[in-house]
């Protein structure tokens, strides 16, 4: 059984209708990347899985049960991170404050944190300062080392290497790859070399449909299916 | 997406329009033409206050305070010149402008920042605007306000037309004196401020106010500088408001804070869009009438009713006349929760679905 | 100017205006003596007014719900605290401390405890079918503050109700030749120990450290596995209670209270939170004490523009900074 599965899912923002019919099945484990160009609805899906919108009853299901209606607190405590596209960070709060609000009482797990601080130095090195004072890099890390601080069941990461520097990103797809031994990944990505560097699964989204969907084996070997969805070599 | 305007809608208007225009010849008593006169000025500032809320989406609460400059302004020139129509016209734009330079302070100061701090910064102008008239009392008379004479065109004493004996001519058994020319003064002056109204909102600009009201991040996404229309609008409505206020001003012969600056002016107001029904001209027609015959009319009958009650307990307590804004505030919450289009809107969308 | 800029800042940068302004009037006034009197004077209306304002500005700050009947808390709480201690004369007159100060907990504790439940019923009933809708929030509340306004007008009537204050609070106590009444002293200080209270919550509990997160991103709050709809509740009532605490200690503070308390005080208020900026307790402060320093100041300088200075302050204020002097961070 999958891990979490949409069925025609459609979502509506205020009087426009954003997706249309979203469709896939995220397997346990490994990271499942969903690709489009800009504008396709990649984002809006994933704040549709968190609850932020709406998506049409009984389109989103995650370990079998049905999560449309609920809030969207009850969806994360479900075992569901978001690492969000504007990274959500605390600014006024510092990293350590940011980090215990995403722990579920407020006590850290010794072993996690040394974890988390052997991926991400940098969460250790600023652990009291602002978190707002932190560079975009920085920030990137802090909002993924949130999202990691508890076991979760499935984290929805959108674009995590978007405006970041070359080493930064390589430093971002080891974290994932170690990451994505525990926890499934769901990962909403412009760029084409992270994601292939690290996906098994893929789908890509068209004006708010899914437009194919398939292993990341597949899709990379497919020159023809790249150039139509995703107009790389234009 | 065209408005439509349900006929009933269409139809109350006319018949208010052609009530107001007949009134004189239908009641002669003094009260009734009071009423008539309210009622138009309050057609035009209510409809001007909707150009803000309805059309654009600004909270004002400094709709009285602009109704009030204009109100003044005339109150004050014809009090220090006399009677006379140089003196109307002066205290006019006297207030016109002042408004205008209110306006625009205001707007540039606060439209560009939150809707919510635009509506607290309105209503922190309007009580300072009511405190300076009531203290500076050397120009405005204070908290007594100021009494005095129209134009003589619109004294009782006018004979408009004479018959053979050089009494004052009657038509339909009204006789044409100052009084009436003063009731057609105030009616066509809001027959002309309306419609320029009306004319306004069905040009390009209203379209363009509609568009920022659904969404604004839209609207400045497609090229319109939204905080340039906002104050445009805030000080095309403050103008309007204070020609209303110089018309009343007018009407009156009196002006104190109480009929130009009161906070209850703005209550009256909101309470008036919100019944007429937001965003539609013809709803300010509608919201006007019906609240200034409720004013004048209801309130005496709460008086009888509570009077009859006399022996009873609680309940003449509750129907008092003086319980009459506690009635108006519970009526409006429910009006906002279950009527947010109001009178006009509710009957033209019913008639949409039908 | 950099340099200048950066001292400034290290030395407490906006903190420092309230004592710019009080050096600034100190000159103006000229008699020390009237000056210190007028500053006590402020500094305890700024701690009444920052009570008034404080839960405003923070529900605002976390639901984005801006409440136009705030002040109706702040009536109810005075006339409340006003008709306790009118039951209880014979306590205030009494030579006995205790009763003195039984009968004031009483008044204070009646007047938040109303607050609390008056807090409730707004927020459940009033405002939770209107929120996000930012027009219709703000002319139900403004409806609902014109409803409350009216049943204090029916209860208590028109006519300016006396409150009355306990023995150990009237009077003033005399330091060289400056006279420093002690309701006023006692004011402040009660204003400063809820600010300090206020100020231990939100930053050294768990509770304060979502409150504070859920005012710069509610929905990442959400993400996380918080209802911050349920906080909210909690942090409206809390807030009303404050507003009607502020108002009872301000009957005490003006004696003789009218209906219109409310109304009045609604304007001061919405003038310190647009200043101190929506959404911070420190900018409320701020804010409110700019406000209760310049009405003191002004009022004894030029009796006439009391008002129209606050007004002026907050102008001079948005154009400088048009997001308040302290705004939380978005």
């Known amino acids: 059984m999958s891990l979490l599965s949409l069925k025609n899912m459609k979502t509506s923002i205020g009087q426009y209708h954003v997706l249309h019919d979203v469709s896939f099945d995220v397997p346990e484990g490994g990271v499942f990347c969903l690709l489009g160009r800009n504008g396709a609805g990649k984002s809006t899906t994933l704040r549709s899985i968190m609850g932020l919108w709406s998506p049409s009853p009984g389109s989103v299901t995650f370990r079998g049960e049905d999560l449309t209606g609920l809030h969207t607190a009850d969806i994360s405590r479900r075992g569901i991170a978001f690492v969000p596209e504007d990274m959500g960070i605390f600014g006024g709060l510092t990293v350590e404050e940011n980090m215990i609000l995403a722990t579920a009482n407020g006590t850290f797990d010794r072993t996690r944190l040394k974890w988390i601080y052997g991926l991400f130095p940098a969460i250790e090195k600023f652990w009291d300062k602002p978190a707002g004072a932190l560079s975009g890099g920085q920030k990137q890390m802090l909002s993924v080392a949130r999202a990691i601080i508890e076991p979760r069941q499935l984290i929805l990461i959108d674009e995590p290497t978007k405006g970041l520097a070359p080493s930064i990103v390589d430093n971002m797809a080891e974290a994932f790859r170690e990451i994505s031994d525990k926890t499934t990944i769901l990962l909403v990505e412009q760029n084409f070399e992270f994601a292939r560097s690290l996906g098994r699964d893929m789908a890509v989204i068209e004006d708010g449909r899914v437009a194919h969907t398939g292993s990341m084996a597949d899709f990379v070997a497919d020159k023809d299916l790249q150039d139509r969805l995703l107009s790389l070599s234009a | 997406m065209k408005n439509q305007t349900s006929p009933i809608v269409k139809l109350a208007v006319l018949a208010i329009a052609a009530a107001l225009l007949f009134w004189p010849f239908l009641f002669q008593d003094v009260r009734s033409i009071q009423v008539a006169a309210r009622i138009c000025v309050f057609i035009v500032l209510v409809a001007s206050y909707d150009l803000l809320i309805g059309y654009t989406g600004i909270v004002s609460f400094a709709h009285t305070m602009f109704f009030g400059f204009g109100s003044y302004g005339a109150a004050i020139?014809?009090?220090?010149?006399?009677?006379?129509?140089?003196?109307?016209?002066?205290?006019?734009?006297?207030?016109?402008a002042v408004s205008l330079v209110v306006a625009v302070a205001v707007g540039l100061l606060s439209l560009r920042v939150k809707a919510i701090f635009f509506a607290m910064i309105t209503l922190a102008a309007a009580s300072v605007a009511l405190v300076l008239a009531s203290q500076l009392s050397g120009l405005t008379g204070g908290e007594d306000g100021i009494t005095y004479r129209a134009p003589d065109l619109f004294k009782p004493a006018t004979k408009l037309l004479v018959d053979e004996e050089g009494k004052v001519a009657s038509l339909f058994g009204v006789r044409l004196n100052g009084k009436l020319a003063a009731y057609y003064f105030v009616f066509v002056s809001s027959l002309v401020l309306f419609l320029a109204m009306l004319r306004l909102v069905a040009s390009p600009i209203g379209t363009v106010l509609k568009a920022i009201r659904e969404n604004e991040a839209r609207a400045e996404a497609i090229g319109y500088r939204v905080v340039a229309y906002r104050t445009f609008v805030f000080c095309i409505a403050a103008v309007i408001a204070s020609l209303a206020g110089t018309v009343y001003a007018v009407w009156l012969k009196y002006t104190g804070p109480e009929t130009a600056l009161s906070f209850d002016i703005m209550i009256d107001i909101l309470l008036m869009v919100v019944i007429g029904g937001m965003g539609t001209m013809w709803g300010a027609v509608i919201g006007a009438t019906l609240m200034v015959l409720a004013q004048y009319y209801l309130r005496d009958l709460m008086g009888s009713a509570s009077e009859a009650l006399a022996g009873l307990p609680v309940l003449p307590d509750i129907l008092s006349p003086d319980r009459w804004l506690l009635w108006l505030g519970i009526v409006f919450i429910l009006l906002v929760y279950f009527f947010p289009k109001g009178i006009a809107g509710t009957l033209s969308a019913r008639g949409k679905g039908a | 100017?950099?340099?200048?800029?950066?001292?400034?800042?290290?030395?407490?940068?906006?903190?420092?205006?309230?004592?710019?302004?009080?050096?600034?009037?100190?000159?103006?006034?000229?008699?020390?003596?009237s000056w210190a009197t007028l500053t006590v004077a402020g500094l305890a209306m700024g701690m009444m007014i920052f009570l008034m304002a404080s839960g405003l500005s923070l529900v605002f700050g976390l639901m984005d719900v801006l409440n136009f009947g705030h002040s109706a808390f702040v009536s109810l709480g005075a006339f409340i605290a006003a008709s306790v201690l009118a039951s209880l004369g014979g306590w205030l007159g009494s030579p006995s401390l205790m009763l003195n100060i039984a009968a004031l907990v009483a008044a204070f504790g009646a007047a938040m405890v109303f607050g609390l439940i008056a807090g409730w019923f707004f927020e459940t009933v009033i405002i939770k079918p209107v929120y996000s809708d930012h027009l219709r929030q703000i002319l139900i509340t403004m409806g609902a503050l014109i409803v409350v306004e009216e049943l204090i007008l029916a209860i208590w009537g028109g006519t300016p109700f006396s409150v009355g204050r306990p023995a150990f609070l009237e009077g003033a106590f005399v330091i060289g030749d400056v006279t420093i009444e002690i309701y006023r002293f006692f004011a402040f200080m009660l204003g400063l120990i809820v600010y300090a209270g206020l100020y231990w919550v939100l930053n050294r509990t768990r509770l304060g450290l979502l409150i504070r997160a859920g005012v710069e991103n509610r929905e990442m709050v959400e993400a996380l596995g918080f209802r911050i709809d349920r906080l909210f509740i909690g942090v409206f009532m809390a807030g009303s209670a404050l507003a009607a605490l502020g108002g009872a200690m301000w009957a005490g503070y003006e004696t003789l209270i009218t209906p219109h308390l409310g109304a009045d005080m609604m304007i001061v208020v919405f003038i310190v939170v647009i200043i101190g900026g929506l959404g911070s307790v420190?900018?409320?402060?701020?804010?409110?004490?700019?406000?209760?320093?310049?009405?003191?100041?002004?009022?004894?300088?030029?009796?006439?523009?009391?008002?129209?200075?606050?007004?002026?302050?907050?102008?001079?204020?948005?154009?400088?900074?048009?997001?308040?002097?302290?705004?939380?961070?978005?």
């Open chain 3, 282 to 330: 420190q900018g409320t402060l701020l804010g409110a004490i700019m406000v209760g320093l310049m009405s003191n100041y002004v009022g004894f300088l030029a009796p006439k523009l009391s008002l129209a200075s606050n007004m002026l302050l907050m102008m001079v204020i948005l154009l400088w900074r048009p997001n308040g002097l302290k705004p939380a961070v978005k």
């Open chain 2, 77 to 96: 020139a014809l009090d220090r010149m006399g009677a006379g129509w140089t003196p109307v016209l002066l205290g006019g734009l006297a207030g016109v």
């Open chain 3, 1 to 33: 100017m950099d340099k200048l800029n950066e001292t400034i800042d290290r030395l407490g940068g906006v903190y420092l205006l309230p004592v710019a302004v009080a050096a600034v009037c100190f000159v103006l006034i000229g008699a020390p003596s």
